[in-house]
């Protein structure tokens, strides 16, 4: 089993900058792909941005250029956000693919966005 737990959630107006921290605790070695969801009120949870244990990543349409999935360690993993606007408003998870496992997901972090 993985654990995630996120952190580095706020409050901030528009334009400002968050970085959200994703722990990973328990068979981490086994995780190949590393992600940020998120899930605004009354709307699907959506990718956000994902990073594969070869360091490619990809981003949601919404967020390139503005967002930066990056990790440190297999531990570790974070999501910068800048030039933030009020359509980021949502809770974001964090989300591990391990093999032969399954999929995980943190308890996840509320970032809004609003002036």
């Known amino acids: 089993q993985v654990q995630l737990v996120e952190s580095g959630g706020g409050f901030v107006q528009p334009e400002a900058s968050l970085r959200l921290s994703c722990t990973a605790s328990?068979?981490?070695?086994?995780?190949?792909?590393m992600g940020w969801y998120r899930q605004a009120p009354g709307k699907q949870r959506e990718l956000v941005a994902t990073?594969?244990?070869?360091?490619?990543t990809n981003y949601a349409d919404s967020v390139k250029g503005r967002f930066i999935i990056s990790r440190d360690n297999v531990k570790n993993t974070y999501l910068q956000m800048n030039s933030l606007k009020p359509e980021d408003t949502a809770v974001y998870y964090c989300?591990?693919?391990?093999?032969?496992?399954?999929?995980?997901w943190g308890q996840g972090t509320q970032v809004t966005v609003s002036s």
């Open positions: 990073i594969t244990s070869g360091d490619t």
């Open positions: 328990g068979n981490i070695f086994s995780i190949y792909v």
């Open positions: 989300h591990a693919r391990a093999w032969r496992t399954g999929d995980y």
